[in-house]
């Protein structure tokens, strides 16, 4: 009997070993992992478990059944306002990331960010896919706070900052800073690359915060015929493509979700799924029973699905919480979930949910919140209150019965429309004066040793896309810089991209492979003979050489000036034909 009580003693003593060895090598911490998954223009209706009769999202309708589900979450109707409300919890007027393009779509970088903060707390951190936060230093993903990023530039894959061969296939990103070529459609790779960065936390013990966004379904519509072929008889081709891109990526999901399980990672991984913004293709044929899609202030364009897993916490097992949410709660939430410390100075306009969360139940304080991007503008904005809505300042509706805001009715209640709209008024005095604020690119540091300016991040017409250049070329801007370290620079006008090899005054041929189009996209040959650069009030001019791919001027540039740097391609006539849409400027001395 004795034997065998030593002999049962000592197998608990090596099975406790075991698993607290296995523990401690998942995460010596003890703190949750964090995977958050952004969706590019899927809306709330653009899924399985939301009710639409068409589309296979069958995983991630499982990761619904597992989750706690925030039905009434709201974000921007726009992706690059959502992204930086997401990872600094303030409304993109304080941030700064309030638009799309245009100098608009950077984070001020006073401004910490989640992956900061993780990293502070002894995360690894690590983003893969879409940022649009900005592109050049300070204002990349490595610069605020990402360990290791894979992603391409600007909205997403084909746009001007993009790499110019680029079409979801086979492509070229940047790691960390430096362009790699990766095999496989885009969503596959974004995917692949963060299941083996999280393979690597879990083999040193650190607890990861992954941030997953894609660039999918966003236009241009490429995906597998297989995917496409899957809807092309019950919906519009558009339609079609943009749900195949959907359940692509819901196979991703699936690959993930397995790769947790295998892997001992999904108990302690709050894993949160959502999207940036309404949907950008779907809305007339499934839409939830709401108005409005992408960039409306109807409750189409920002109402977008929220889940929220973690196991170990008891937190899923599909319940629903109705309160009034937003994507600036995320980041005060997930701090406290995580334990983190926060650092002294960091304020949010988002409210903590934890406790809600954690409890399943309960209401939160009374609040208001503003939806508005790009500009301030009353007419072009959104105000919720529970279940109210003014919308554009002049239209109310109640959505608890009237989803589809098909009913206007400000006169039937006056109080409650004239309070929503002095809230609105406040709340505009307020950002009014933050939205002069600039963020100049820095130059001539050793962070980025050659920096490339493109259209798609000049302030001036709307240019971050080929398409925008076919039915007009004459677009022009400036790009606000700082300029680190004394020096000469060099810096050259190119009209296309340098690794394309065109020519100045020659065409743009890419290759289309968007099922809405059909062939080539052709940017026709402007003649280009001259160029002219303008940094603040000096002026530089110089003829273009035979077939040049660009011009290149040297200039002396000081240690803490800054400048307005402008570029213009000039006929033999010294007419301006249009702004140098990329511009690569570097300390050469």
Same mark, same amino acid.
């Given at each position: 009997?004795?034997?065998?009580?030593?002999?049962?003693?000592?197998?608990?003593?090596?099975?406790?070993?075991?698993?607290?060895?296995?523990?401690?090598?998942?995460?010596?911490?003890?703190?949750?992992?964090?995977?958050?998954?952004?969706?590019?223009?899927?809306?709330?209706?653009?899924?399985?478990?939301?009710?639409?009769?068409?589309?296979?999202?069958?995983?991630?309708?499982?990761?619904?059944?597992?989750?706690?589900?925030?039905?009434?979450?709201?974000?921007?109707?726009?992706?690059?306002?959502?992204?930086?409300?997401?990872?600094?919890?303030?409304?993109?007027?304080?941030?700064?990331?309030?638009?799309?393009?245009?100098?608009?779509?950077?984070?001020?970088?006073?401004?910490?960010?989640?992956?900061?903060?993780?990293?502070?707390?002894?995360?690894?951190?690590?983003?893969?896919?879409?940022?649009?936060?900005?592109?050049?230093?300070?204002?990349?993903?490595?610069?605020?706070?990402?360990?290791?990023?894979?992603?391409?530039?600007?909205?997403?894959?084909?746009?001007?900052?993009?790499?110019?061969?680029?079409?979801?296939?086979?492509?070229?990103?940047?790691?960390?800073?430096?362009?790699?070529?990766?095999?496989?459609?885009?969503?596959?790779?974004?995917?692949?690359?963060?299941?083996?960065?999280?393979?690597?936390?879990?083999?040193?013990?650190?607890?990861?915060?992954?941030?997953?966004?894609?660039?999918?379904?966003?236009?241009?519509?490429?995906?597998?015929?297989?995917?496409?072929?899957?809807?092309?008889?019950?919906?519009?081709?558009?339609?079609?493509?943009?749900?195949?891109?959907?359940?692509?990526?819901?196979?991703?999901?699936?690959?993930?979700?397995?790769?947790?399980?295998?892997?001992? *990672?999904?108990?302690?991984?709050?894993? &949160?799924?959502?999207?940036? +913004?309404?949907? =950008? !293709?779907?809305? #007339?044929?499934? %839409?939830?029973?709401?108005?409005?899609?992408?960039?409306?202030?109807?409750?189409?364009?920002?109402?977008?699905?929220?889940?929220?897993?973690?196991?170990?916490?008891?937190?899923?097992?599909?319940?629903?919480?109705?309160?009034?949410?937003?994507?600036?709660?995320?980041?005060?939430?997930?701090?406290?979930?995580?334990?983190?410390?926060?650092?002294?100075?960091?304020?949010?306009?988002?409210?903590?949910?934890?406790?809600?969360?954690?409890?399943?139940?309960?209401?939160?304080?009374?609040?208001?919140?503003?939806?508005?991007?790009?500009?301030?503008?009353?007419?072009?904005?959104?105000?919720?209150?529970?279940?109210?809505?003014?919308?554009?300042?002049?239209? *109310?509706?109640?959505?608890?019965?009237? &989803?589809?805001?098909?009913? +206007?009715?400000? =006169? !039937?209640?006056? #109080?409650?429309? %004239?309070?929503?709209?002095?809230?609105?008024?406040?709340?505009?005095?307020?950002?009014?004066?933050?939205?002069?604020?600039?963020?100049?690119?820095?130059?001539?540091?050793?962070?980025?040793?050659?920096?490339?300016?493109?259209?798609?991040?000049?302030?001036?017409?709307?240019?971050?896309?080929?398409?925008?250049?076919?039915?007009?070329?004459?677009?022009?801007?400036?790009?606000?810089?700082?300029?680190?370290?004394?020096?000469?620079?060099?810096?050259?006008?190119?009209?296309?991209?340098?690794?394309?090899?065109?020519?100045?005054?020659?065409?743009?041929?890419?290759?289309?492979?968007?099922?809405?189009?059909?062939?080539?996209?052709?940017?026709?040959?402007?003649?280009?003979?001259?160029?002219?650069?303008?940094?603040?009030?000096?002026?530089?001019?110089? !003829?273009?050489?035979?077939?040049?791919?660009?011009?290149?001027?040297?200039?002396?540039?000081?240690?803490?000036?800054?400048?307005?740097?402008?570029?213009?391609?000039?006929?033999?006539?010294?007419?301006?034909?249009?702004?140098?849409?990329?511009?690569?400027?570097?300390?050469?001395?």
């Amino acid at each position: 009997m004795e034997k065998q009580i030593v002999r049962l003693s000592f197998i608990f003593l090596v099975l406790i070993t075991f698993l607290s060895c296995d523990r401690g090598k998942d995460n010596q911490s003890g703190k949750p992992n964090v995977i958050l998954v952004v969706i590019d223009d899927q809306g709330y209706g653009d899924l399985g478990a939301h009710g639409n009769p068409y589309i296979a999202t069958p995983n991630i309708d499982q990761l619904y059944s597992e989750s706690i589900r925030f039905t009434d979450f709201h974000v921007c109707p726009m992706c690059t306002p959502t992204r930086g409300a997401l990872l600094t919890g303030k409304d993109p007027f304080r941030n700064g990331a309030v638009f799309v393009t245009q100098g608009k779509s950077e984070i001020h970088r006073s401004i910490p960010t989640m992956a900061n903060v993780f990293a502070e707390n002894g995360y690894s951190t690590g983003h893969f896919g879409k940022w649009h936060l900005g592109d050049n230093y300070p204002y990349r993903p490595q610069d605020r706070g990402f360990q290791e990023t894979i992603h391409h530039g600007a909205w997403g894959i084909t746009s001007m900052v993009d790499y110019w061969s680029n079409d979801y296939y086979d492509d070229t990103y940047n790691h960390n800073g430096e362009y790699e070529t990766y095999k496989g459609y885009c969503t596959d790779v974004w995917f692949d690359e963060a299941i083996k960065w999280i393979k690597k936390q879990k083999e040193s013990s650190k607890p990861f915060f992954a941030y997953l966004p894609t660039n999918v379904p966003h236009v241009p519509l490429i995906v597998d015929q297989e995917f496409t072929d899957l809807y092309k008889d019950d919906v519009p081709l558009n339609v079609a493509a943009f749900y195949g891109m959907i359940t692509q990526c819901d196979n991703n999901i699936e690959k993930l979700e397995k790769f947790l399980a295998e892997n001992n *990672l999904k108990e302690n991984t709050i894993f &949160i799924f959502m999207t940036d +913004n309404g949907t =950008d !293709q779907g809305q #007339d044929v499934y %839409n939830a029973g709401m108005r409005g899609k992408k960039t409306s202030y109807y409750d189409g364009g920002h109402r977008v699905p929220f889940y929220i897993r973690w196991p170990a916490k008891g937190i899923g097992g599909g319940k629903n919480i109705n309160e009034l949410t937003n994507v600036t709660d995320i980041f005060p939430t997930l701090i406290q979930l995580c334990g983190l410390d926060k650092p002294e100075t960091l304020s949010f306009d988002g409210t903590d949910l934890s406790e809600l969360i954690l409890k399943g139940k309960g209401k939160l304080p009374d609040r208001k919140i503003v939806v508005s991007y790009r500009e301030l503008n009353p007419d072009n904005s959104a105000v919720l209150w529970n279940k109210w809505r003014l919308v554009n300042n002049k239209e *109310l509706y109640n959505i608890e019965n009237d &989803i589809g805001q098909k009913e +206007n009715v400000a =006169d !039937q209640f006056p #109080d409650i429309f %004239n309070e929503m709209k002095d809230y609105y008024q406040k709340w505009y005095e307020e950002m009014l004066p933050l939205q002069d604020q600039k963020d100049y690119v820095l130059v001539g540091t050793e962070n980025e040793k050659e920096t490339f300016l493109s259209s798609a991040n000049w302030i001036g017409d709307y240019c971050d896309s080929y398409t925008n250049i076919l039915p007009n070329p004459a677009k022009f801007g400036y790009w606000d810089i700082e300029v680190v370290s004394s020096g000469t620079y060099e810096i050259a006008l190119y009209r296309w991209d340098k690794e394309s090899g065109f020519t100045l005054d020659g065409e743009f041929i890419m290759d289309n492979n968007d099922v809405m189009h059909d062939g080539p996209l052709v940017v026709p040959a402007l003649p280009v003979k001259a160029a002219q650069l303008l940094i603040n009030d000096k002026q530089f001019s110089k !003829q273009a050489e035979v077939e040049a791919t660009h011009v290149t001027f040297e200039v002396e540039l000081n240690a803490g000036e800054k400048c307005k740097l402008a570029t213009k391609l000039l006929d033999d006539k010294g007419n301006e034909l249009c702004g140098a849409y990329f511009t690569y400027l570097k300390k050469i001395d």
